[in-house]
């Protein structure tokens, strides 16, 4: 795996993921919201292509979003795995629409999808406000 690509690494984690029984491709539309601001993550959104905009609740929540998740670069995590047992403080709405993969809680918080995601080469973006480690989302667009 030393000389493995990037790419490559993100594929095979992809398609590890896709193989797990409960993991279920989804397409979604522009506006359609995938976590509210004060609830719990149903559970772990892998976005593949797309973006999802992470709006304050306390700002205007039809403004400009407060971050932008694009998946353009590669697919991102929402939210990190460490925030599925706290309520989300920011809004997740689809900006473009998006393919994503989702995953529910149950399985999110298995050994065998921590083992695929934690320290791997997808970022794991907070759906917190002021996020505790600081290689989450961190700023404002």
């Known amino acids: 795996m030393k000389n493995e690509s990037a790419a490559a690494h993100t594929h095979r984690i992809v ?7 409960d993991v279920t491709p989804i397409q979604i539309g522009a506006g359609q919201v995938l976590v509210y601001a004060g609830h719990y993550p149903q559970g772990v959104y892998i976005v593949l292509s797309g973006s999802v ?3 304050d609740p306390e700002r205007d929540p039809e403004s400009r979003p407060w971050r932008r998740l694009d998946a ?11 925030e599925l047992d ?3 403080t920011l ?3 689809v900006d473009v629409p ?6 529910p809680r149950s399985l999110a918080q298995s050994a065998v999808v921590r083992a695929l995601l934690d320290g ?3 970022p794991q973006c907070s759906l917190q406000k002021n996020p505790t480690r600081t290689n989450r989302t961190t700023r404002p667009a």
């Open 53 to 55: 905009g992470l709006h």
């Open 15 to 21: 398609d590890g993921l896709t193989s797990l029984p």
């Open 98 to 103: 998006v393919r994503l993969l989702f995953i």
């Open 86 to 88: 706290a309520p989300a």
């Open 120 to 122: 791997g080469p997808l």
């Open 91 to 93: 809004l997740a709405r």
């Open 72 to 82: 353009s670069a590669g697919p991102v995590v929402i939210p990190a795995l460490e």
